[in-house]
């Protein structure tokens, strides 16, 4: 059982993950240390974090609601994409050795933060596969990052943002639209294996999840009053310092 203030911690970091969904992706850099900070192993926090943050997801779809018919086109095939890599991502993470999560956490989280930091230098170099709205290449690209997302949850929303903000000519605002659609079909897939096979723990998912679900909607809020490159770089900012944590933990 937890006592008061660990439910307060755990409560306090829910509605902040889905804040920062809401805005700009990386919610679970906040759920997923919470929770190891709690003392759960890495597979425990991991699994249960890409539980507890799915309502980030749809409270920050409904905050974007007015940008959703834009990228609607692109919702079926990149949907149908995210689903197949999700079940990937789910299987090798379930299948594999815990030791060997554990020793590759710092490493995927150093490639999620450094992929959003990068984004716009990749995306003048494939000016023109945006130009085409993005093609095989965003085909494949969303592939893998719902593969990464299917295997470790911290970090999604940043890497999809990225791959999409490459490969996709549209504002920050639109592109969060289409990045919590197709965060949620990759939570959504990804929740359903672990819930069988998974190490999740249900209190926590419990106590994120409400408080999750009032941040996603608050941090739609202030992504339309704050810079979108001053939100991509305090996310930046806090993977980096995560990253760091985790080599020397």
Known sequence: ???????????????LAGAVNGVAGG???????ALMAMGYSPIAANVTSALATLP??????????????????????LSVVSACGAV???????????????????????????????QKSLARRVGGDRAAGGGHALLAGQFVVAMYGGYFAAGLGVMMLAVLGTFLADDL?????????????????????????????WIPVAVM??????????????ARRVPPHVLRWLIVGFGLILSVALFVR
Request: charged share 10%; aromatic share 6%.
């Open 1 to 15: 059982m937890l006592d008061p203030l660990q439910l307060l911690v755990l409560a306090g970091a829910g509605f």
């Open 56 to 77: 980030g997801y749809v409270g920050g779809l409904v905050g974007y609601r007015d940008e959703l018919p834009a990228v609607r086109p692109q919702v079926p095939r």
């Open 209 to 222: 999840s409400l408080t999750g679900l009032a941040g996603g909607r608050s941090g739609v809020v202030l």
């Open 173 to 201: 605002h639109r592109l969060n639209a289409l990045k919590s659609a197709l965060s949620l079909v990759v939570g959504l897939i990804s929740a359903l294996c672990f819930s069988v096979f998974g190490p999740v723990e």
């Open 88 to 118: 990937c991502g789910a299987a090798i993470l379930l299948a594999a050795p815990p030791e060997q999560f554990e020793s590759i956490v710092p490493f995927l989280v150093l490639v999620s933060v450094v992929a959003l930091a990068l």
């Open 27 to 33: 919610g679970s850099l906040i759920s997923f240390p």
